[in-house]
């Protein structure tokens, strides 16, 4: 037996080693934090270059092409000083812990006080500068993201100036005589200037004097011609849309769309790329030439793109195939409305960087652009008047019974067109322009996201088809059923159609100079973990947390299945006890995952058990009626009061037991009507059970004869009829009881056991039958009340019933049914 000196000197010596580890991981941390690799040493680092970029952009000459890389490393550094600081959190807590563990201990009621030793005391020291140092680092890392927050903030408000700086200085308008005169007189000195670059590539390539360079630029020419015409018609067969399918599916309309939209797009700008690679490898391309290569090909690709995404939306000629629900006539003046912008929108693309490569005066490109931007805002407006026409018959010819998704975006279309005209004339040619770009740049994106939705969907629903190989697979190895695995396809196509919804916000909102990097680095702080005072909320461990609780659950369901299928089938269980521990096992799995999840999130238990306390006074008000229900469907598993495939009555419902839930119980009555009954009421209320400890069960047969019968006989025959049927029990055995002189019959009671109830209404009506034919074989009358009326066979019944419900009819043209059910007993015959 330990004394309690002997305790203590345990407990010093526990505290001694714990103080000399402490001291060795303290002399450790101190050097590793000061190597340059440590967390220290790197928000050091960091603080240091983020002060460069602070005061960089305060600098005026700062522009568009200079703010990017400087947004970009604001960008970094705010997302390395929270991950530094979200590293340090495990350490901090850690070192917390440490510092409790040598915290003096208080003596206990009636001891003295042991003093602390030297060495106990120098680690508690060291592990509180070791905490000090971390704690100053998650600070220093939380001051370096409001810097770097501040800084990006900065470089916003300096885009947005320069963005309104461009777009609203003013220059000469279209409308000025004097605009014209100079770009014409310019044009000359362009086009000598374009000839001479032409010239100098061409001597470029004549001063290699080698054939062969002739020859494989040539033959690459013609492969270009090649991809660019012929290979592209050759790719269209497979979008081949056959004019005698009256009614293709969705999957038909979207695929082929999507096919003739990337080899509309693809083909040429192949060619281009191919020919461009090869001058390059000749090293025949010099800066300018390449400059020009890359318009051309930004030119090529973007009509390609357009011109493919208005044939396959519009499909001229194809009514049956078309996206767009428009009218032949508009569709078709659609299609080339958009063809003809797209193609003014290339040439002008092409056009403006020439002249910036040449070199040409502003009053050129002025002009370029400003009767560009006039010819797309005009054609914009006959293209919008012509869609909203086609929308409007189309409902008319009920074409469309509801306004599309898309018919939102009009009225903003209709705005930008005269907005960009207007400012066209009164000489903001920038505002113009950039207007110009966002009308053609909105279009392209939106029509590529709508024939990418429409894909989205069509392939979504084949695959989760569940005729489908995979659907069957789903259905007969997962036990899924038709319905789960269509809501599986939904969900997961509409996970999809948010990301391509998202993409499609962000390809948008680039002309306006958000870019991929602005939305991508939000995004890397939100996962990375959001700060709200002093708690960190990370979306990755919330969705790691969401995961464990869904696979929990499907390990749940998936081994319930396994027990009620497999299982529990080969045991010797009653029907009861199985369906209790299938649904207390899946109680307990839900509520094991529910554990995991939250220590998962970091949450400890006994915070939770403390909110759990002070939410209980709300639900004892709130939710009494629920928990009350939930507690009385765990007693109902656990006592077995009742269980499943249970004959009860309750109050004026009696049924089939089918199923307890958590809160309510279901009953199926005999009229397969389903009862929910509350579980407490199954508690506190009265419950007859017709089946609680076996199946078996009595039944009564009254008879009633006349007078002038001889009981002795009139019991020996009723007993006969009972003790022959072969349902009914042998022991107990039946019995015979004169039960009362009657007002015109004596009265007779036949009680009988069955083994199963259930067949009680069968036994009942065969033991009338047979009661029925031996009376009347031995000629003792059975008494009609209200009539002389002596019935010969049971058949006669039916007739004589058969003819009072004709005369009654006869009476009344429509006689209400009646709602009462003879009494059978309360019985159900489940034959």
Sequence with gaps: MKTGWTTKAESSFRRLVVAVLVVIAFGCGIAAAQEPGSPVARLDALGLELDQLGAAVGREDLDEARLGPIRDRATEILLEASTIGIELAPAVAAAEKRLQELAPQKPAEGEAEVAESDGAKAAREAQEQELAVLQGAVKRAHVIELRAEEVLADLLERRRGLFFQKMFTRSQSILNPALWIEATADLPKVASSFVLLIRDWIGLIASRGALTTGLIIGLFVVLGLVLASPLRRWAMRGAVRNPDVADPDLLAKASTATWIVVVNAAAPTLAIVILGRTLEELDLLPERIESAF?????????????????????????????????????????????????????????????????????????????????????????????????????????????????????????????????AALFGYVALAWFLATIIVWSTVVLGALGVLLMLTEAVFAAIFAPTTRFGVTMIGSMGFSERGVRQIGVVFSGIVRLVLIALAVLLVLIPWGFESSDLFGSARMILSGVKIGGITISFTTILAAAIIFVVGVLVTRTIQRWLDRKFLPQTSLDVGLKNSIVTGFGYVGI??????????????????????????????????????????????????????????????????????????????????????IPNSDLISGVVQNWMHADTSGRIKVAVG???????????????????????????????????????????????????????????????????????????????????????????????????????????????????????????????
């Design 294 to 422: 890359v318009s051309v090909l930004i030119a090529v690709g973007t009509f390609g793109l357009v011109f493919g995404l208005a044939r396959a939306i519009l499909a001229p000629s194809r009514p049956q195939w078309r996206l767009a629900r428009l009218p032949n006539a508009f569709a078709e003046r659609l299609f080339w409305i958009v063809t003809i912008v797209g193609a003014v929108f290339s040439l002008t693309v092409l056009a403006t960087n020439l002249a910036k490569i040449l070199v040409a005066p502003v009053a050129t490109t002025i002009a370029i652009a400003a009767m560009s931007t006039m010819a797309i805002g005009i054609l914009t407006l006959i293209g919008l008047r012509a869609t909203t026409r086609g929308m409007i018959a189309a409902r008319m010819r009920q074409e469309e019974m509801s306004r599309s998704a898309w018919s939102v975006f009009l009225p903003v279309w209709w705005i930008v067109p005269i907005i960009a005209i207007a």
């Design 591 to 676: 509520i094991a995952a529910a554990m995991l999840t939250v220590s998962h999130l970091g949450l400890a238990l006994e915070n939770v058990a403390i909110v759990a306390g002070a939410l209980s006074v709300g639900i004892g008000f709130g939710l009494q009626s629920v928990v009350n229900n939930f507690v009385s469907g765990l007693i109902l598993l656990a006592e077995r009061p009742i269980k499943t495939g249970d004959w009860i009555v309750v109050g004026a419902e009696q049924g089939y037991v089918r199923r307890i839930n958590v809160r309510a119980t279901e009953i199926e009555t005999f009229d397969r009507a389903t009862v929910i």
């Design 705 to 831: 004869v006349a007078y002038d019968s001889d009981p002795e006989k009139v019991a020996e025959i009723i007993l006969k009829c009972g003790a022959e049927h072969p349902m009914v029990l042998a022991y107990p055995e039946p019995r015979v009881f004169f039960l009362d002189f009657g007002a015109s019959s004596l009265d007779f009671d036949l009680r009988c056991h069955l083994a199963n109830v259930d067949y009680a209404l069968t036994v009942a009506s065969d033991l009338r039958f047979s009661i029925f034919r031996e009376l009347k074989a031995a000629g003792i009358e059975i008494p009609f009340p209200q009539r002389d009326i002596h019935i010969r066979n049971a058949e006669e019944v039916g007739t004589l019933m058969a003819g009072a419900g004709r005369s009654s009819a006869s009476n009344k043209r429509r006689r209400p049914v009646s709602d009462e059910v003879p009494d059978t007993g309360g019985v159900s015959d489940t034959e």
